[in-house]
C-alpha cells in the first residue's frame, strides 16, 4: 500500500465533499472511512483510478452517516450529487482547502491547528510540539474547532496570515520531524506567491527556500543529524540559495518587515558564510533582536540566546539564556550547547544526558546522546 499516495490524494478528496455540501467534521470522517477502506482493498484489486476511487467511497460513506442522523435527513436528496464513475477531474484542491479551513469562525489559532490536522497530515502531538503545548491542550482545542464548524458551510475563506502560519509549520514538521511534508510545503508556499503580492507570502516562500537548500547536508549516510556548524556547505543546493536570497531581497525592499522576512534574514546570513567560522553573527543577533520585536516569541528569544553566545562569547550567551523559562523546549541543549563552549564540559555533558531525554524526535536524543558521551569520554583536568 503506497501510503504517500493516500496522504497526497486525501486534501482534492475531503475539498471535494465540503464543496458539495459535506460540513468538515462529517467530511473528514467519511474521508478516513475511505481510507481505511482502501487499506483493505486496493493490495488485491487496486483502481484504476484512486481518486475518483476515494471520491466516490467517502461520498457513499458521508450519505450512509447522514441518513443515520435525523438532524441533516434534508441531504438525503443529494443522493443524485453522487461522483459519477470514471476518472475524476485532475485539479489540487489543497491550497484551496487551506483558505478554507481558516474559516473567519474560528480564532487563527484553532484554525491552523484544524488545518495542520485535517489537512496536513500531521498528529495531534506534533502540533502540539509545534505550539509549545500540551497533547491533551491540543486535543481539545482541535475539538473545540470542530465543533464550532459542524453545520458551517464552508463558502468564507480565512485569512492569509493564518494560512501563511499553517504553511510554515507544515513545513517546519516535514523539515524537523518524522514526517516528510516540507517540499509540499514549499510547492504550495509557490502557488501562494503567483497569486498574491505580499511581503510576507514572498518572506515565507524565501525562508523554506533557504532552509530547504540544506536539506541534504542535514543528516549523514547513516541517518544521524549534522549541526549546521557541521554541515558540508558543498552539498547546499546553491541555486534554491540564490533563489531565496532574491525574493527576500525584493520582499526586504518594499520596507513592510515581518516575522517571516525576519527568520529569511537569519537564514539567509548563514548561507551566505562561507563556513561556520565567518557567519556574521553580530548582524543574526541583530535580526533576532527584530524578531523578538515583532513577535515576543519565546522560541525566537531561545535563538536569540545561542546568537549572542557566538557574537559575545558563551557567558553573555547564558546570560540572555537565563532571562528565559527552563521548560522551554530544546532550552537544556542550549544551556549544554554554551555550556561546552564556556569550558564547563562536566555541566554540558549532563546538561546533553537531560536534553536527549526530552528530545522529541529520536533523531534529535541519538544527536544529544552522542555530544554526552563524547564529553564524558574526555580526560577532566
Not at 501510503?3 to 464543496?19: D, F, N, W
Not at 438525503?76 to 475524476?88: F, I, K, S
Not at 549546521?228 to 541555486?239: F, G, I, K, N, Y
Not at 531561545?302 to 532571562?323: H, I, M, T
Request: hydrophobic share 45%.
Amino acid at each position: 500500500m503506497d501510503e504517500a499516495l493516500l496522504r497526497s490524494l486525501t486534501p482534492g478528496v475531503l475539498a471535494v465533499l465540503v464543496r458539495r455540501g459535506a460540513d468538515f467534521a462529517a467530511a473528514e470522517d467519511a474521508v478516513q472511512d475511505a481510507l481505511v477502506e482502501a487499506v483493505r482493498v486496493w493490495p488485491a484489486d487496486p483502481p484504476r483510478d484512486p481518486r475518483g476511487w476515494l471520491v466516490t467511497v467517502a461520498w457513499r460513506r458521508f450519505l450512509d452517516a447522514a441518513r443515520a442522523d435525523t438532524a441533516r435527513r434534508r441531504r438525503e436528496d443529494r443522493l443524485d450529487e453522487e461522483p459519477a464513475p470514471g476518472p475524476a477531474r485532475a485539479v489540487d484542491d489543497t491550497l484551496q482547502l487551506y483558505f478554507l479551513c481558516a474559516h473567519p469562525s474560528l480564532t487563527p489559532a484553532s484554525a491552523a491547528a484544524l488545518t495542520l490536522r485535517a489537512v496536513g497530515g500531521l498528529t495531534t502531538r506534533q502540533i502540539a510540539q509545534a505550539y509549545l503545548v500540551p497533547e491533551a491542550t491540543m486535543a481539545q482545542r482541535i475539538s473545540r474547532a470542530k465543533r464550532s464548524v459542524a453545520g458551517v458551510r464552508f463558502d468564507r475563506p480565512g485569512d492569509v496570515a493564518t494560512v501563511l502560519r499553517v504553511l510554515y509549520l507544515v513545513f517546519n514538521e516535514g523539515y524537523s520531524g518524522d514526517v516528510d511534508l516540507s517540499a509540499e510545503a514549499v510547492r504550495l508556499t509557490r502557488q501562494l506567491a503567483a497569486v498574491i503580492d505580499h511581503p510576507e507570502v514572498a518572506g515565507l516562500l524565501a525562508l523554506m527556500l533557504l532552509h530547504h537548500a540544506r536539506r541534504a547536508a542535514r543528516t549523514a549516510p547513516d541517518g544521524s543529524l549534522v549541526p549546521l556548524a557541521e554541515q558540508e556547505r558543498s552539498r547546499w543546493d546553491t541555486a534554491l540559495i540564490a533563489e531565496g536570497v532574491g525574493i527576500l531581497q525584493e520582499a526586504l525592499a518594499r520596507d513592510r518587515l515581518g516575522e517571516f522576512q525576519a527568520q529569511a534574514a537569519v537564514a539567509a546570513l548563514h548561507a551566505d558564510a562561507p563556513s561556520a567560522e565567518e557567519t556574521d553573527w553580530v548582524q543574526i543577533v541583530e535580526w533576532y533582536d527584530e524578531l523578538v520585536r515583532l513577535t515576543g516569541s519565546p522560541v525566537a528569544r531561545l535563538n536569540r540566546a545561542v546568537a549572542v553566545g557566538e557574537a559575545d562569547g558563551p557567558r553573555a550567551g547564558l546570560k540572555a539564556l537565563a532571562e528565559l523559562d527552563p521548560a522551554l523546549p530544546r532550552y537544556t541543549a542550549v544551556a549544554a550547547h554554551l555550556h561546552e563552549r564556556d569550558g564547563d564540559l562536566t555541566t554540558a555533558a549532563r546538561l546533553y544526558a537531560e536534553a536527549a531525554h526530552r528530545a522529541p524526535t529520536l533523531p534529535e536524543r541519538d544527536h544529544l546522546n552522542r555530544r554526552a558521551a563524547r564529553l564524558n569520554s574526555r580526560p577532566r583536568p
